[in-house]
């Protein structure tokens, strides 16, 4: 293993990570954000296709082979039909069959529709991950070592950057492309598998040395009249029975919580939103998919509607609940680099206000902007918190990887105020810490934590603490609150991990590592 | 005593909602020992609201215990173990008579005595849930002064007692509830309303609650969290309402000092009911955090 040292946070990183090179630890939020850093982007090789050459296959293997697919190889799939992908596990069965091995999986993220690269995992055929999430039987395999190289966990911002940069260079992009054309031009918003925006498919389709548009909807060229990822990016198509479960694909609008606890966080949290003077017109929001997170999207809607104050954008992971502020003329616009619900995919074929986005517009730090960086207001949501405002969202409380990263630390980083909710507890267990178990999101782009007792505002805002304040909202001390929570919990055991096996390191979404993650016991 | 604007249910069967109380917007929860409570958990509930009385901290939000009725066995294990936990108040199902508000009173008195805590200590609020109990809520709101500080009506079960459905106007429960707040009233106890019982219909429940505090109740059950703060707001003054008040308490506040008995406000004499009446506005308004007179 390589040496591990200190970064900014004080969490022990490696220097360099087997199968993906040298890190540099981090070393703030901004660092690399103040103007002077620059990357040379890596070369890559591609092969340029055959002219007039049939595209069409209803061969995988055939598919695969053309590909030029071979052991060590990185490979890459998109996440945007969510636990109804069948795309990936299509696949990877075939690449296995195959006797294809070492290879790298570096998808936007994992499902739990992808449980099967657990068996890949243990059959040596996957022998390196980059994703943003890892949980059920992947995240267990991974957080037992079984995985021959670290995992690295990276955010949409973070791997849309790390692709740009050539850190991370995808051989070959299987792509799930709900309807597609015989010469490749797809799109996620139509079809028996419509899964809406394909935002983060679209790095894969511009930076991939091969990609091929996996598809069960075939139809005639042009598509029309809407291309999400155009045929000059597909080198094939192949043509399948199904390409993933439409129920599970595209769910239906997730209904607000009636959780009492997580609507008394969407309350505070929304008070604090008016508090902070960002709920005004022309407010810029996103909000994560969680049922609290949901249900502050549900409180600002009515409010705005009663007072009569239009927002300009929303962003992000879009939800039929961001869709309907939209039709409600909250929005302007909504920049949608993932869908949510069955609701969004229709809102993003008819509505022209409805725009598709790659994730790097949506959240690559190094971009010349990114859609992040222009917002008022983020809502998140948190495993667990500390009391220096770090953000856990990966691992569980066994130390287990069982979460995502998502667009976490990029939306944190980019909002003017981002808002995090935290119940105090989870089954017994206390919520906020001295110190997260995982850092995700580091605390200096944290603004405030809200739980149902109460709202911790980071003191690096003085402006939020005192505006909250002058509207007797909750505020309480973090340290205060911790120890209140204790009080009725107790405080709990550390995690046993194994600290000399590094099982997956966190990048931060500017390629430095945030965190490392361990072996558990 | 606070305010009573919204009283939230909690059944006592786990400590995940019990430990958080104090954070629902409610002016006061009612621990229930009673319907929601299977028969073979009533043990395990009775103790569990003990140790949360004992050991939540409620953080000012009123405690009401809700115990099995007189005609069940629970009835008296309920009482021996909760009253010295000093509850603010003990709502009691199914009260008919003038009898029974004596029994609970007698009873609450000698387990006061034995636990050593100033008797009166506990309140109770007698729920009237039958034809029979709403016309006798002229005597139970009497029977017991000082002990009997409100007195409730359970509309599902009066519904089902008069073999009624009920309707969302609510006309068939119009009698009742007049005669309930108008038997409160004349005792100088508080009179509360039954729940709203359909939770995806808020406009509805607030209507309700503005026609009952039109009525004259005091304050209202809520099944779930998510209604407690349409509630509250539903008692709360309208700016203009409480701009006047304001005015009115001030003035009355300065008369005082100066030792003047007579007020005027805006040239019009203003006497002690009014005074009064602007007191209960602003209470009201200071609950929610209606803003400061300076701010209007």
Known sequence: ?521 | MGLFRSQLYVPCKGPGMLQNCAYMNADAVILDLEDSIAQGEKDAARILCKYALQNVDFQGVGRIVRVNGQDTEFYADDLEMIIPCCPDAIRLPKVEDADGAREVDERITAIEKKAGIPVGTVKVHAMLETAKGVLNAREVANAAPGRVTAISLGGQDLAADMGIMRTLEGTELLFGRSFVVLAARDARIMAFDTPFTDLDNTQGLRDETKFVIQLGFSGKAAIHPSQCKVINDAFAPDLKTLKKAITVVHAAREAAARGIGVISVNGKMVDKPVVEQAEAVVARANADNMPEVEDL
């Open chain 1, 1 to 521: 293993m390589s040496k591990m040292i200190a970064n900014a946070l004080g969490r022990l990183v490696p220097t360099e990570v087997e199968g993906l090179g040298e890190f540099a630890p981090f070393t703030g939020a901004f660092d690399r954000l103040r103007g002077d850093y620059s990357y040379a982007r890596a070369a890559t090789r591609r092969t340029v296709p055959a002219c007039q050459r049939d595209k069409v296959t209803k061969s995988i293997r055939e598919a695969i082979e053309r590909s030029g697919l071979k052991d060590g190889m990185t490979i890459s799939f998109h996440h945007h039909m969510r636990n109804g992908d069948g795309v990936l596990p299509l696949v990877m069965r075939e690449i296995q069959a195959m006797g294809i091995k070492d290879l790298t999986l570096a998808p936007s993220s994992l499902t739990d529709a992808h449980d099967c690269v657990a068996d890949m995992i243990e059959a040596g055929v996957v022998t390196g991950i980059c994703s943003s999430g890892m949980r059920g039987r992947i995240g267990q395999a991974v957080s037992e070592g079984k995985l021959a190289r670290p995992a690295l966990i990276y955010s949409h911002g973070g791997r849309a950057r790390a692709i740009e940069e050539g850190r991370i260079h995808i051989d070959v992009a299987f792509l799930g492309a709900p309807t597609c054309d015989k010469y490749g031009n797809f799109t996620g918003s139509t079809g028996p598998s419509a899964c809406g925006s394909l935002g983060y498919a679209m790095m894969d389709a511009k930076y991939a040395s091969h990609v091929v548009a996996v598809t069960d909807n075939l139809v005639d060229y042009p598509l029309m009249p809407r291309i999400s990822i155009p045929e000059q990016q597909v080198d094939q198509v192949l043509l399948v029975d199904s390409i993933g479960d439409p129920r599970k694909i595209a769910s239906g609008t997730v209904r607000y919580t009636r959780d009492p606890v997580q609507l008394r966080q969407a309350w505070l949290a929304f008070e604090l939103i008016k508090a902070s003077g960002y709920l005004a017109p022309g407010l810029s929001y996103q909000a994560g998919a969680g049922g609290a997170s949901l249900a502050v999207t549900g409180f600002l809607k009515d409010y705005m509607l009663e007072k009569g104050i239009k927002g300009s954008f929303g962003v992000g992971g879009i939800s039929g609940h961001t869709v309907d502020m939209l039709e409600h003329g909250l929005f302007d616009a909504v920049l949608d680099v993932q869908s949510f619900d069955a609701a969004v995919t229709g809102s993003l074929h008819n509505n022209p206000r409805h725009i598709e986005i790659d994730a790097s517009g949506y959240a690559n730090p190094f971009a010349g902007s990114c859609a992040v960086n222009h917002l008022d207001v983020v809502v998140l949501a948190a495993l667990d918190v500390d009391v220096d405002f770090n953000v856990n969202v990966m691992t569980g409380l066994d130390g287990v990887l069982r979460g995502a990263s998502g667009g976490h630390s990029d939306t944190a980083a980019g909002a003017k105020l981002s808002v995090v909710l935290c119940p105090c507890q989870r089954t017994r267990v206390p919520a906020i810490r001295d110190h997260v178990q995982t850092v995700v999101t580091p605390g200096e782009t944290v603004d405030a934590i809200v739980t149902e007792r109460g709202i911790c505002i980071n003191p690096r805002n003085e402006e939020l603490l005192r505006a909250a304040q002058a509207a007797k909202l909750p505020v309480l001390d973090i340290h205060k609150l911790k120890n209140d929570i204790e009080a009725m919990t107790g405080k709990p055991e550390p995690v046993p991990f194994d600290e000399s096996k590094v099982v997956a390191v966190v990048e931060y979404r500017d390629g430095t590592l945030i965190d490392s993650i361990y072996k558990v016991k």
